[in-house]
């Protein structure tokens, strides 16, 4: 499996910016897909997933400013980011794993991570 990010870039905050995740190799028949991100020092924070069922969630922290989609090509999902403030600057990560569903409690534990990009709000 192979998780391969793009998008990341220098923003001003109030700015738009799209992240793009193709996922390869990857051929569950249920499954989530998800971005998270991190900064130095801080844990890894789950930001928006999607289920191959169509269930979605996101975090309280960007709720109403970022949105994720399935882009275009099989197994691609975007994050599209709208109203960026600096503290959303963070590596943001692509993760995945099988016979997992999107749904209410703890976010689930991605067995494949992709390397990720940077993105920097300022």
């Known amino acids: 499996v192979q998780l391969v990010e793009s998008g990341g870039d220098s923003v001003e905050a109030g700015g738009n910016l799209t992240l793009s995740c193709k996922a390869r190799?990857?051929?569950?028949?249920?499954?989530?897909l998800a971005w998270f991100r991190q900064t130095p020092g801080q844990e890894r924070e789950a930001v928006a997933g999607?289920?191959?069922?169509?269930?979605?969630r996101y975090a309280d922290a960007v709720k109403g400013r970022f949105t994720v989609a399935w882009g275009k090509g099989r197994m691609v999902l975007d994050l599209h980011m709208n109203s960026l403030k600096p503290e959303d600057s963070a590596t943001y990560y692509c993760?995945?794993?099988?016979?997992?569903?999107?749904?209410?409690?703890?976010?689930?534990?991605?067995?494949?991570w992709g390397r990720g990009t940077q993105v920097t709000v300022s």
């Open positions: 993760a995945a794993e099988g016979g997992c569903w999107m749904h209410s409690g703890p976010w689930f534990t991605p067995s494949y």
């Open positions: 190799g990857f051929w569950y028949a249920s499954y989530c």
């Open positions: 999607l289920d191959a069922d169509g269930g979605v």
